[in-house]
């Protein structure tokens, strides 16, 4: 149970900080020292989203952040 509204609570946040970069809200930098330890609990993790949907979304974000991660 605690778990599912840690990963919850992660899949939102990393979904709120992709919003702020691509508005421009935040810099690179910041999105960076957010993001890489969220991820890799979201990574680690997977295995217990139970959703076929939420592990399709929580897939994305991991996906994306990464793309953004990669950029200078």
Known sequence: MEIDL???CTIDF???L????EK????HKT????VELKINFLKDN????K?????????????RCNEIL???
């Open 6 to 8: 840690l990963l919850s």
């Open 14 to 16: 990393l979904q709120l």
């Open 18 to 21: 992709i919003s702020q970069y």
């Open 24 to 27: 421009n809200k935040i810099d």
């Open 31 to 34: 999105f960076v020292e957010n």
């Open 46 to 49: 997977l295995k217990y989203i």
């Open 51 to 63: 959703n076929p949907t939420e592990i399709s979304t929580a897939k994305s974000i991991i996906d």
């Open 70 to 72: 990669k950029r200078c």
